[in-house]
């Protein structure tokens, strides 16, 4: 049975009294990846590839951090996972190299849905390049992707589709296994911003047939670091730009500079925690993958299964918080039948107050939320609210409780019953 009250004893920043609802712009590390970057910067601080123990110590870490995120991604092998700044970082550097292949014409799709990071670096390289970008808008009565309008833009064979897991503004769960199949059929590559569904449900890259995948730890209760997934044998054959002593070969290829050591031992850290909630909490979820992983393979994908099932519960909880609210406006799926198609992050408005009020407001009763785009450019410029502050946006994780959603809600009805007094 799922512990919530073990699971919080695990994030010291939840024991000052504040609720983090604030989680869709980044998660409390967990207590496992703070010990790790301790342990490292004391006992194993080096550079890589050296002949001294610290060197070879370092080394390990690394490898042993990247074969635990290829078990989280599911990827073929760990070379598959390059480590970089975060994923925006990360995705500007793989444009960069996938660029050489296009050439004037070829056409690029991108959506609307997007986090600005999945959009603007193919924009750019389109714009290097002479390519063409195909937009995919969304449904903004119920923040869907516009699927027929994909299928219509697949017409033109497009060499890349650029598609988000979840949308960092309204939390729509895009189909993206579906997104691949027809993406694949028309010739193109497949890049997947998994940023914000990382932290809310299993990833299998291999099951979702995408060549690339891109994520960020801080976004899943870990460190400031980026994670990249590319099929090895596209990455082994694309240009990487880089110094020129460093490796040719995977995984380091594509990691420009030294990295960030004690945040990947961070990860490390980040994984072991994931793991313990897999073998303590999902008991449920043991059938659903004990038949195609084993190990820390299996811990992982059952901690992020039980992890969903948890926050399905939690899901409802905020929009009912945020609904019964008078003046309020949510924007995205609001249909509770079909709330498997998000993950428990929603963006709104209170009539009478911007955004960064309500979110000043919250603050002031020790809630925390964002207001803005987000750096969803697109969605906010598409639901006619960017030039009015964007949009209030709260997202609760597994180790959120309903009591502080309810806290939530009250602040809500404070604020509201105040402006009507």
């Known amino acids: 049975m799922f512990d919530n009250a073990k699971i919080r004893h695990q994030f010291p920043a939840l024991h000052g009294g504040a609720v983090f609802l604030d989680n869709p712009g980044g998660t409390q590390a967990v207590k496992n990846c703070m010990d790790r970057m301790i342990e490292y910067l004391i006992e194993s601080n080096a550079n890589h590839e050296g002949a001294f123990k610290t060197s070879r110590d370092s080394d390990e870490m690394i490898d042993k951090a990247r074969a635990s995120a290829a078990d989280f991604l599911n990827a073929a092998r760990p070379e598959e996972i390059s480590f970089g ?18 050439a004037p014409g070829d056409e690029i799709i991108v959506t609307r849905l997007d986090h600005d990071a999945n959009i603007a670096p193919w924009l750019l390289m389109a714009e290097d390049r002479g390519c063409i ?7 903004p009565e119920d923040g869907t992707l516009d699927l027929d309008g994909f299928r219509a833009a697949l017409a033109g064979k497009p060499k890349l589709v650029a598609v988000g897991y979840a949308s960092n503004a309204l939390g729509t769960i895009n189909p993206v296994a579906e997104i691949v199949k027809l993406a694949h059929a028309a010739g193109a590559l497949v890049f997947v911003d998994a940023v914000h569904y990382a932290p809310h449900g299993p990833i299998d890259v291999q099951a979702l047939g995408c060549d690339f995948l891109a994520c960020s730890a801080y976004k899943f209760f870990g460190p400031h670091l980026g994670l990249l997934y590319g099929r090895a044998d596209l990455l082994d054959g694309l240009f990487a730009y880089k110094v020129r002593p460093s490796s040719d070969r995977l995984p380091g290829k594509f990691e420009t500079g030294t990295q960030n050591h004690e ?10 925690y ?15 993958y004990d038949k195609a992983f084993q190990g820390r393979a299996l811990h992982l994908k059952q901690a992020m299964a039980v992890i969903r099932s948890y926050e399905s519960d939690l899901a409802l909880a905020l929009f009912n918080a945020i609904r019964d609210v008078p003046g309020t406006t949510i924007y995205g799926l609001t249909d509770e039948k079909r709330f498997a198609e998000r993950v428990p992050t929603f ?7 911007t955004p960064r009020q309500v979110a000043e407001k919250l603050d002031a009763e020790g809630i925390y939320v964002w207001d803005g785009n987000y750096y969803a450019l697109e969605v906010t410029l598409r639901l006619g609210v960017e030039n009015s502050g964007g ?26 019953a105040e402006e009507s007094s």
């Open 133 to 139: 970008i195909r937009w995919v808008d969304f449904h």
């Open 391 to 416: 949009m209030v946006r709260t997202g609760a994780v597994h180790y959120n409780t309903r009591e502080e959603i309810e806290k939530f809600g009250k602040a809500l009805h404070k604020l509201t």
């Open 85 to 102: 700044q975060n994923m925006t970082s990360l995705t500007f550097h793989i444009s960069r190299s996938l660029g050489r292949r296009f």
């Open 274 to 288: 994931l793991d313990w909630v897999g073998q303590h909490f999902a008991a449920s979820h043991a059938a659903a």
């Open 347 to 353: 963006a709104f408005r209170v009539k009478g107050f």
């Open 263 to 272: 945040a990947i031992a961070g990860l490390a850290g980040t994984f072991d």
